[in-house]
């Protein structure tokens, strides 16, 4: 059965159409209006495998919030939309992932109770269009929305376009892990729930 999510949410502060398919090839279609948001999705995208559409149009005129919180939170409701009932799945997965002399890891708990800790250790303003405090706020909108626990730290780095590209990857990586079929698994969990 394929795994596919897709949400459409409007708002008079954006207008954001998403669509997830976790066992894809990463194939994205990314047009959030925010150049370097574009980019650290599309390596989401890419390095998940998870195919992703992602098209946002919203308030720029007034800054990026909107945009990149509302991204976020509907990206995290199309991802749990396309897992379902959390069944089946390895659950887990973390990872390490360098982009020169950056390092970041990520680890997520497909666990039904939302949590993020996110330390990038930014030091610019901006990347671009896109403001480098709206990117922690960005994982924690999607790890709210898709009820993930997700941590993120960047370990090293000195240029923070390696810093969060590497973040985004790690995260990819870690996603791909997490969501990976497990037959054996059941409900991973002593419960017996990972819905509650």
Do not use: W
């Amino acid at each position: 059965m394929e795994r596919h999510g897709k949400v459409v949410r409007t708002t008079k502060e954006t207008s954001i159409h998403v669509e997830v398919t976790i066992d894809g090839t990463g194939k994205s279609e990314i047009e959030t209006g925010i150049g370097f948001l574009d980019h650290m999705l599309e390596a989401l995208s890419k390095h998940s495998r998870m195919d992703l559409v992602v098209k946002c149009k919203g308030d720029l005129y007034i800054d990026d919030h909107h945009s990149v919180e509302d991204c976020g939170l509907a990206l995290g409701q199309a991802l749990k939309a396309a897992i379902g009932e959390p069944k089946g799945i390895e659950r887990y997965g973390y990872a390490y992932c360098p982009l020169d002399e950056a390092l970041s890891r990520a680890v997520v708990d497909i666990s039904g109770r939302p949590h993020a800790s996110i330390d990038l250790g930014l030091r610019r303003e901006m990347l671009g269009t896109l403001s480098c405090e709206m990117i922690p706020h960005f994982f924690e909108s999607f790890a709210t929305e898709a009820r993930i626990t997700l941590h993120v730290d960047v370990l090293k780095g000195t240029n923070d376009h390696h810093r969060s590209e590497s973040a985004f990857k790690a995260t990819a990586v870690a996603l791909r892990k997490a969501l990976t079929r497990d037959s054996s698994a059941g409900v991973p969990s002593t419960k017996g729930t990972l819905s509650a």
